[in-house]
């Protein structure tokens, strides 16, 4: 059964940095792209960050320069660094392949950006 747990979400000011982790239970992890995504309070889920098999890495433009996607497939872990972490940044973070597949989605990690 696959299964994604993501961790590492909380309570950050303006400015501030957080790093979530997103541990997959899916065979042969190495092969499939991964992506972060996001939904805040009222707007549909978005894509955030992307990064293929031989880590190339895509971000959506609202992020580029302050979000980082990264991958040890070793750990059959994908990570999303976050630095200068803004209030429009709230939301909940859920890690899935790329494209998502319905069945895979987590219960997501909830971070909120307040002063």
């Known amino acids: 059964q696959v299964q994604f747990v993501e961790s590492g979400g909380g309570l950050v000011q303006p400015g501030g940095s957080l790093r979530l982790s997103c541990a997959a239970s899916i065979a042969i992890f190495s092969s499939y792209n991964m992506a972060w995504y996001r939904q805040a309070p009222g707007k549909q889920r978005e894509l955030v960050a992307r990064i293929t098999r031989d880590r190339s890495t895509n971000y959506a433009d609202s992020v580029k320069g302050r979000f980082a996607i990264s991958r040890d497939n070793a750990k059959n872990t994908v990570y999303l660094q976050m630095n200068s972490l803004k209030p429009e940044d709230t939301a909940v973070y859920y890690c899935?392949?790329?494209?998502?597949?319905?069945?895979?989605w987590g219960q997501g990690t909830q971070v909120t950006v307040s002063s």
């Open positions: 899935n392949t790329h494209l998502p597949r319905l069945e895979y």
